[in-house]
């Protein structure tokens, strides 16, 4: 009963919607990357590095709207980076995405100590402003006042409508698809990869963004593997925009439930819950719960 | 031929590397200085809470008594051991301390084989009758009795009767301030609810704040208006969910009002800086003796702050009732139960 009434509450729904956010901005980023081809598990080390950028900008400009600008650029230089090695110079995605995350990871930890000489967290600044007026409304305000919540939900329709109704969205596709029959349309097949990974670049950030602003400072680990299960959501979500929208609210929901469960100390232990979207992966990989297939090029040079 | 140049190009840049590596330093008048070194718990230095508690230590014991101190912040736990033997084997340093409970096997091995160095490990987990290195100075708090005053003051002060608990890592170290924390609620008002939760069952868990905000707002929003946190790191999500919603929280370790002025009611206090300051002085005493030592109210190792910050919420009247509840707990007249 208890947990019932825990779940039925606007808090609740205000909880999966935060949840979702980071979850559906890393699987978007993920998805226009695998979508022209570009396999990137460093999701995860790219919400770092944003975070971390923002938070060091924040903290020695006190201009939150230049930190917001400057950790997104930052995030596309790296995404460059990413670019080169893997479509330029042809290295193994995987490695590279590897290499990425450990650096990042690394490089976050290492600004700290230096800056801060902590090796753990930042002081703690100010976050993105929120919308006027909507955030003043008790309860739910502080997620449907928040601009990059609302643009999360934006992204839906807006992914959905750029890989599936532009010229732009299409050629993308067609270079994760079938690269040789884009090429001898006259396709630049690298720089549509190339467009993927700084699409890509552009929606981590936001992700780390995100977490730093919230949270008003940057701990190390803060970030703790979502980067990872923005990529399982992604899968599940068998590459498609909607499809991967309720993979990620699956996720936030599971997630928000394990603490009503916790809370409520019920006989159900909670570890269950917590393992419960991973088992669905694992489901959805082993081909139960309908056939996932990844764009047909995913991963192979070009 | 291009790539001929780019070869003998990493070739040098290796070459300016290397050459870059710290020269040793040449030896030091100061070089007869003592020398510890201490390795630290997950979070690592700057998480404002137990890791901190312990720098403090030494910053005291390097103003105080002049030695000399060097640290490892291991990244994830797997470094732990290695940077434990790294200290030890080094020549200069005699002391080496491990701070946290995950250092209980590791430095009770690591003693055995460096026979001729001290070690001091703060929460050491002692199992009853197994025989510890006599190198070795194992450490404990009862933070049971500690959590006990705590969650009296929360179970006297809740308007909701409903009050939480947030752990980082489940286990046992952390099962005992939860177990101390409740029974402490209990014995002044037996209705209180308690809304207990962990952030992982892994280390992460002491590092994780988004997760620590996100667990405490379900806790607030389900009636809990104070909340006891025992998650390192992961406590500073707990004092933003605080300060977002307006409700109390109770820190850990040190004294943590800074991180949330107005939002902390209190803070457990363990006096892990004082202890390793100890073990510092009595090894530059040359009185150092390895064994165990167990930290309670009665030797002020676990206390609660009380001071200008938070007397307008904990009245007199409280206060006198807790002290009294710490008398009661020192004679044993009251006994807190472990799980």
């Known amino acids: ?302 | 031929m291009k790539k001929n140049i780019i070869c003998i190009f990493s070739v040098l840049m290796v070459c300016t590397l290397i050459s870059c590596e710290k020269k040793k330093e040449p030896a030091s008048p100061d070089n007869n200085r003592l020398k510890v070194g201490l390795v630290f718990d997950v979070g690592g230095k700057g998480d404002k809470s137990f890791n901190d508690a312990a720098y403090k230590g030494l910053e005291r014991a390097k103003n105080e008594l002049g030695i000399e101190f060097e640290i490892i912040d291991p990244g994830d736990g797997s470094d732990r051991e290695s940077a434990l033997r790294r200290l030890s084997s080094r020549t200069d340093i005699g002391l080496i301390f491990g701070v946290g409970f995950i250092f209980t096997d590791d430095i009770t091995r690591i003693a055995q084989e460096f026979t001729q160095k001290k070690f001091a490990c703060v929460d050491y987990t002692i199992t009853h009758g197994k025989e510890i290195p006599t190198n070795l100075l194992a450490l404990e708090f009862k933070e049971d009795e500690g959590s006990f005053l705590v969650g009296a003051i929360a179970g006297l002060l809740t308007t909701t009767n409903i009050v939480g608990f947030l752990g980082g890592m489940e286990s046992a170290l952390i099962k005992k301030f939860e177990s101390g924390y409740i029974q402490g609620v209990k014995y002044v008002n037996p209705g209180c609810k308690i809304l207990t939760a962990y952030v992982s069952v892994t280390g992460e868990g002491f590092k994780n704040a988004p997760k620590a905000k996100e667990i405490s707002l379900t806790q607030y929003s389900n009636g809990a208006d104070i909340i006891y946190h025992a998650s390192g790191l992961s406590g500073i999500g707990l004092f933003e969910a605080a300060k977002e919603l307006n409700k109390l929280a109770i820190g850990v370790d040190l004294d943590q009002y800074t991180e949330a002025p107005g939002q902390v009611l209190t803070s457990m206090t363990k006096q892990v800086d004082e202890v390793i300051f100890q073990a510092v002085k009595d090894y530059k005493e040359n009185e150092f003796n390895g064994g165990t030592k167990t930290l309670g109210l009665k030797e002020k190792g676990v206390d609660y702050v009380y001071d200008d910050n938070n007397k307008n919420l904990i009245t007199e009247e409280i206060r006198t009732k807790i002290e009294i509840i710490r008398e009661k707990i020192i004679s044993g007249e009251i006994k807190i139960h472990t799980q």
């Open chain 1, 1 to 302: 009963m208890e947990i019932i009434s825990g779940i039925l509450n606007i808090a609740f729904l205000a909880q999966v919607l935060r949840l979702f956010t980071p979850y559906y901005l890393g699987a978007s980023a993920a998805n226009f990357s695998e979508r022209s081809g570009v396999v990137n598990i460093a999701i995860e080390g790219f919400m770092i590095i944003s975070a971390v950028s923002f938070a060091l900008i924040t903290l020695s400009t006190g201009n939150v709207f230049f930190a917001l600008f400057a950790a997104i650029v930052i995030n596309l230089l790296f995404a460059l980076l990413f670019a080169a090695f893997t479509v330029k110079l042809k290295v193994n995605m995987i490695v590279t995405g590897v290499g990425f995350n450990l650096l990042m990871a690394g490089l976050a930890k290492f600004l700290l100590v230096l800056i801060y000489q902590s090796s753990s967290n930042t002081p703690r600044y100010e976050s993105l402003p929120t919308i006027p007026v909507i955030n003043t409304i008790p309860v739910i305000g502080e997620v449907l006042g928040d601009y990059i919540i609302i643009f999360t939900f934006l992204l839906v329709i807006i992914s959905n409508f750029i890989l599936f109704k532009t010229k732009f969205g299409l050629r993308l596709r067609s270079a994760g698809e079938n690269p040789e029959a884009g090429e001898s349309l006259g396709i630049k097949i690298r720089n549509y990869r190339l467009y993927g990974t700084l699409i890509c670049g552009f929606l981590s950030a936001l992700g780390g963004i995100w977490f730093a602003s919230t949270q008003n400072t940057f701990s190390d680990g803060m970030i703790a593997g979502r980067g990872y299960i923005a990529l399982a959501a992604m899968i599940i979500g068998k590459w498609k925009p909607v499809n991967i929208f309720f993979a990620c609210l699956m996720f936030a929901f599971f997630e928000a439930l394990e603490f009503v469960l916790q809370i409520s100390g019920t006989f159900i232990p909670s570890q269950f819950i917590q393992a419960l979207p991973y088992i669905i992966t694992i489901l959805v990989l082993i081909g139960i719960i309908g056939k996932t297939k990844p764009p047909a090029a995913d991963g192979i040079p070009y």
